[in-house]
């Protein structure tokens, strides 16, 4: 179904426009900052120890102090590698450049030591510049080392200053040279290719040992025996010391070290940006759409965390991506919609009063079980045409803190034109009507704006009707208002047009007819949920009626008037047909629910009731525990021995009964006797009120345990809020259907809501 453009907090131009900036910020450098904070913060906190698998042998401080004129010579480092491989290490990597040592008189002596280790040893090649896979190279190992010795590049590129890439191999001099952490991991790349560190590793658990120990035979040769061994400069004077992100700086032979390990765990991979790109673009645009945009400011934070440990956990793993370009996308959108919220909000406002306006009201949750009271100043353009100057605003104040009184802490709505309109809890409809009374004497006395003294009036409308959406709510009280004002009464109450309107009736069974063939008439699905769990284990079926001119007509009215006209078995033979084919539908698709279809009880006399219902389970192959046939209680079993027999053979056919309303109607107990129910629902007037009356609450509490000892299930209607659904849940009700855990909707939402991930299944 297309999406509405006016669903969404901000425009698709909007939209499109951060899509478009954020994929430039991918490709340039400028949401990278992201990506390196991450990173650093990681190698700030460094925890994962190196193997073992290789040691440094540094020219420390320690050994330039144990050596004539603090000079560690050529014949030094002949003595140190004969030393190494004498200690049977693995393999020996020299990180150092002898360009300049070529004419010193003992080089034939290290050259010698070097040929001796055969291809034990990795020489270094060093890069004058190095530019991504590329490096210049000025020196290669000088031919007198022979040709047995192994050589690789300990060139990098700086990135802010820091090291955050190492080479796999880089091109030089038209040759492919492997790096030391390509030939510390044993890797042959065969190709260029560069690696992001793997920064969670903690310099201090790299093992360093002293060259003069090792020189002198200080050093247990146990320590190095079987190990790759790094010769390199480490002492404090060494210019070979490099910013590795998040750690303090590090001698080059410690970095190689650390890039040797990673590359053992496994083949570095580069996601690059464009992936968190497109699933963030995705969720944010779910979230605008979704409800409104109302959950989107937590979707966005959520998507973030989300974001942020992706990128850590797959970098752990040795998958590098990039966020930066998914949170500069959450950056753009979320400003734009704090923009679009301020700007709503202050149109939501009435600029007079201060108070929210009637845009505010019919754009918020659900009114639910509240009654709307809507008021208004009777003659309020004379009012503003007669008081000079800013005297209106001042009337308009006075007027809001009288209403202010009537509202019980309620929000109170002020309109342009001097109409009020605020909402009464469901516990308080008993006191409405004194409560109007009690407001009306409040104007009895006149306002005084200045030197004028001004007579108001207030007339008043009532809807309590539960049906409809907001907007039909709340035009509902206004027409009950003008009513009030023309018939010159305090107030009035909102009558639903089939009560008033003789022709509706009359012509009643053929508009069914048409809304039937039409498609007007359609089937709406409430979910049920269990309340220990949380789990959906149930919908119900429910007929809704959207008239061409009438708009949406309450079920209430429809249905008592199909009961009344006869046309109630054709009507329940649709929604049980349209249920059916639903329930089948998600039974294919793997989800196990209920499906619970109304039934007035006068049907049970129908003979051919059973066999049509299992005509239709046969034809949309359907397992019959699926389906729950719910009697409505409060309805007259017009022929008992016929309903027994019926109500017998539905049970014997494997659909479930239940109990619908229960509470209401007849004797409990004696209808308990006529059916032998599966599940027992308490009706929603017991359990809307139940945590303002301690009476109602033990009907509901009694009900509850009444079920369970019949064997049968507890089902609540009604739960419009959590504190409701946390009471039942400690009362051991089974399940729970309600505005608060999901309203009607259409079938292909119902789908929707099932497809999802788990987590997302949220009522």
Not at 131 to 136: F, I, K, L, M, Y
Not at 642 to 654: D, I, V, W
Request: glycine fraction near 6%; hydrophobic fraction near 45%.
């Amino acid at each position: 179904m297309p999406i509405p453009v006016k669903s969404l907090i901000i425009s698709w131009r909007t939209i499109a426009l951060s899509l478009l900036l954020s994929v430039a910020a991918g490709f340039s450098s400028i949401a990278e900052p992201v990506d390196r904070i991450l990173e650093s913060a990681v190698g700030r906190v460094a925890w994962r120890p190196v193997s073992g698998d290789t040691v440094v042998v540094g020219l420390d401080d320690k050994t330039l102090q144990a050596v004539e004129n603090k000079d560690f010579d050529v014949s030094h480092h002949a003595q140190l590698v004969s030393a190494i491989s004498a200690s049977q290490a693995k393999r020996l990597f020299v990180d150092f450049s002898y360009e300049r040592r070529l004419e010193d008189r003992d080089f034939p002596l290290l050259a010698d030591a070097v040929r001796k280790m055969d291809d034990r040893i990795v020489l270094a090649v060093p890069g004058s510049s190095t530019t991504g896979t590329t490096a210049v190279v000025d020196y290669w190992p000088d031919p007198a080392f022979g040709n047995r010795a192994q050589q690789a590049c300990i060139c990098w590129e700086y990135e802010f200053w820091q090291v955050w890439k190492v080479p796999l191999a880089v091109t030089a001099s038209g040759r492919l040279l492997p790096s030391f952490a390509a030939k510390l991991a044993d890797r042959q790349p065969d190709q260029p290719e560069v690696f992001a560190l793997d920064l969670s590793y903690d310099a201090d658990t790299i093992k360093e040992y002293s060259a003069i120990d090792v020189m002198t035979g200080k050093l247990d040769p146990d320590l190095l025996r079987g190990k790759d061994v790094i010769f390199a400069f480490t002492a404090a004077a060494s210019p070979d010391k490099h910013y590795l992100p998040g750690h303090d700086k590090l001698p080059g032979a410690y970095i190689h070290l650390i890039a040797g390990e990673a590359l053992k765990r496994g083949q570095p991979i580069n996601i690059g940006w464009l992936p968190a790109l497109a699933i963030t673009a995705i969720i944010l645009l779910g979230a605008l759409i979704w409800q409104g945009g109302r959950w989107y400011s937590r979707v966005a934070l959520v998507t973030t965390l989300l974001l942020i440990a992706a990128k850590i956990i797959l970098g752990l793993s040795l998958v590098a991506t990039q966020i930066g370009g998914a949170c500069f996308l959450i950056a753009a959108v979320s400003a734009n919609v704090s923009r679009n919220r301020r700007r709503r909000s202050a149109q939501r406002e009435n600029p007079v009063s201060g108070l929210p306006n009637f845009e505010a009201l019919r754009s918020q949750t659900p009114f639910g079980s509240a009654t709307v009271v809507a008021a208004k100043v009777v003659n309020f353009e004379d009012l503003a045409a007669f008081i000079p100057g800013d005297g209106i605003g001042k009337l308009i104040e006075q007027v809001t803190r009288r209403l202010l009184l009537a509202s019980q802490g309620t929000a109170l709505h002020h309109d342009l034109d001097g109409t009020f309109a605020w909402l009464v809890p469901y516990y308080q409809h008993s006191q409405i009507e004194g409560q109007l009374a009690g407001l009306a004497a409040l104007f009895n006395a006149p306002l005084t704006i200045g030197e004028l003294r001004v007579d108001v009036a207030i007339a008043f409308g009532v809807n309590d009707e539960f049906e409809g959406s907001n907007a039909q709510r709340l035009a509902a009280a206004l027409v009950a208002a003008e009513r009030a004002i023309r018939t010159r009464a305090l107030w009035t109450k909102y009558v639903p047009r089939q009560k008033d309107d003789a022709g509706w009736q009359l012509s009643f069974h053929s508009q069914l007819e048409d809304a039937l063939t039409g498609g007007d008439i359609w089937v709406a699905f409430q979910p049920q949920y269990a309340l220990s769990t949380g789990r959906l284990v149930g919908v119900e079926a429910l007929a809704r009626w959207t008239h061409p001119t009438r708009g949406p007509i309450p079920p209430d009215e429809f249905i008592v008037q199909a009961e009344k006209s006869q046309d109630i078995y054709r009507l329940t033979l649709f929604v049980m047909d349209q249920a059916i084919r639903s329930a089948a539908q998600l039974h294919e698709r793997g989800h196990r629910i209920n499906m619970s279809v109304n039934l007035s009880a006068t049907l049970l006399d129908h003979s051919d009731l059973v066999g049509t219902i299992r005509v239709m389970l046969s034809a949309h192959h359907l397992p019959p525990e699926i389906l729950t046939i719910e009697i409505t209680e409060t309805a007259q079993i017009e022929n008992s021995r016929q309903a027994r027999q019926t109500l017998a053979q539905l049970r014997r056919t494997g659909i479930r009964l239940s109990i619908d309303d229960y509470g209401t109607g007849q004797s409990n107990l004696e209808y308990l006797t006529e059916i032998e129910a599966d599940e027992i629902k308490i009706d929603k007037r017991f359990v809307m009120t139940m945590r303002d009356s301690q009476r109602n609450r033990e009907v509901v509490k009694s009900t509850i345990d009444l079920a369970h000892r019949l064997g049968a299930v507890a089902v609540a209607e009604g739960i419009e809020d959590a504190e409701t659904m946390a009471l039942l849940g400690q009362l051991g009700c089974d399940v729970g259907q309600g505005y608060h855990l999901g309203k009607p909707q259409l079938f292909s939402e119902l789908a929707a809501t099932l497809s999802a991930p788990p987590q997302n299944r949220t009522a």
